[in-house]
């Protein structure tokens, strides 16, 4: 299964609670409530800890997020976040269009209270329900992750909040700074809150193929026909020659990038290869899908080189989501194809993966090693 990730800058400002209440996973209007209501949280907490991850039923309701203006709901983000889970194992998931929408000015420790009375009038088919906010502003990028957990009458189970000052915070969201990351940090938080172990989850569950649904992932006679492209190139690779065409980094097209990559590419992969300084331009919306934001991307390069055709019998073409100025990264993507255009390799890499939270890439050389490093891996 390819893990998707989608890459759209987020977010808006938000009140602060609390943080201790919230590591002993107490309702923040936990101070006002009785002793009786914080001990039937706690057997409720208590009894979602025995669940296991693969079986407990679950509905993610729509995802609301304060980094666009006007403030959205979005079923989209859910559904990142769903396909975190099942990732993770869970694979009795569910999300649902029905938005439940607080009042902007709603403390955060008065929702439990208002998402239980959403749910008397949109009584859930699961046993549990999850609810989060992602927040932050357009120009400071995503600043607090928060969510709660409720039982199907909509009792309180656990609440959690991660701002920028967190380590989990930190460590996931800064480098992935979108909706994805975001949704990373909450799936990560809940199984740590549950002390459940994560296992690998379905490969074709229902965020998986409604994910590769939308985000136009080749067909099987397509991917059948990279395969046999793939092992080609494996058994030609002294031989062959790969035109390393302009990095894509947002609007802008990297010839230093290019250059880099063509050095690296030549040394770790043992082939020819030439720089190209063309650019290919192509344009698309962005999407919380990250998957759809590659193979938008391959196949304008497939368009490209249909028009354009190499003069190597191999090219290739990488994507970064990363500040020219440095800072955390989203994203490397790259595409290799055939002189005409057919696809032979397309990866892609994000804070979910082993190979990029390794690396740690900071910047676009860093980027530019990743890319390679993962060539390298693709054509062994």
């Known amino acids: 299964m390819v893990k998707e990730k989608s890459t759209i800058c987020l977010f808006a400002t938000v009140l602060t609670l609390g943080a201790g209440l919230l590591i002993l996973g107490i309702w923040p209007l936990a101070v006002q409530a009785s002793p009786e209501q914080n001990a039937a949280q706690a057997q409720r907490l208590a009894k979602m800890k025995k669940c296991d991850p693969n079986n407990v039923s679950l509905t993610i309701l729509p995802v609301q997020i ?88 909509g009792n309180l189970v656990l609440s959690d909040r991660q701002t920028d000052k967190d380590e989990d915070f930190k460590r996931i969201v800064s480098g992935d700074p979108d909706a994805m990351g975001c949704s990373v940090l909450a799936a990560e938080r809940l199984f740590s ?60 097209r990297n010839t230093e990038s290019a250059a880099r990559l063509a050095s690296l590419v030549a040394q770790q992969v043992g082939c020819k290869t030439a720089k190209m300084d063309k650019s290919v331009s192509f344009q698309r919306q962005q999407n919380p899908n990250e998957q759809k934001l590659l193979w938008d991307m391959a196949r304008a390069f497939r368009d490209y080189l249909r028009a354009n055709p190499a003069d190597s019998n191999y090219a290739m073409l990488a994507e970064y989501f990363v500040n020219p100025a440095g800072g955390p990264v989203g994203a490397v993507h790259f595409v290799v194809c055939d002189k005409s255009g057919d696809w032979v390799l397309v990866d892609f890499q994000n804070s979910t993966h082993e190979d990029f939270q390794r690396i740690a890439p900071k910047s676009i050389e860093d980027c530019d090693r990743l890319a390679v490093e993962r060539l390298v891996k693709r054509l062994k």
């Open 66 to 153: 304060w980094f666009k203006h006007p403030m959205i709901t979005s079923r989209k983000v859910a559904d990142v976040l769903g396909g975190v889970a099942e990732s993770y194992g869970m694979n009795n998931l569910d999300a649902l269009d029905t938005e439940f929408v607080p009042p902007a000015d709603t403390a955060w420790e008065q929702v439990p209270a208002l998402l239980a009375e959403f749910l008397k009038k949109n009584p859930p088919k699961s046993d549990y329900v999850l609810y989060a906010q992602y927040l932050g502003s357009p120009n400071s990028g995503p600043t607090e992750v928060r969510f709660v957990v409720t039982d199907a009458a």
């Open 193 to 252: 809150r549950l002390g459940w172990q994560k296992v690998e989850g379905e490969p074709h569950g229902k965020f998986a193929r409604k994910w590769a649904q939308e985000s136009g992932t080749p067909n099987d006679e397509e991917q059948t026909a990279m395969r046999k492209l793939a092992a080609k190139l494996k058994a030609d690779i002294k031989t062959a020659q790969i035109a390393i065409y302009s990095t894509c980094i947002g609007e802008q």
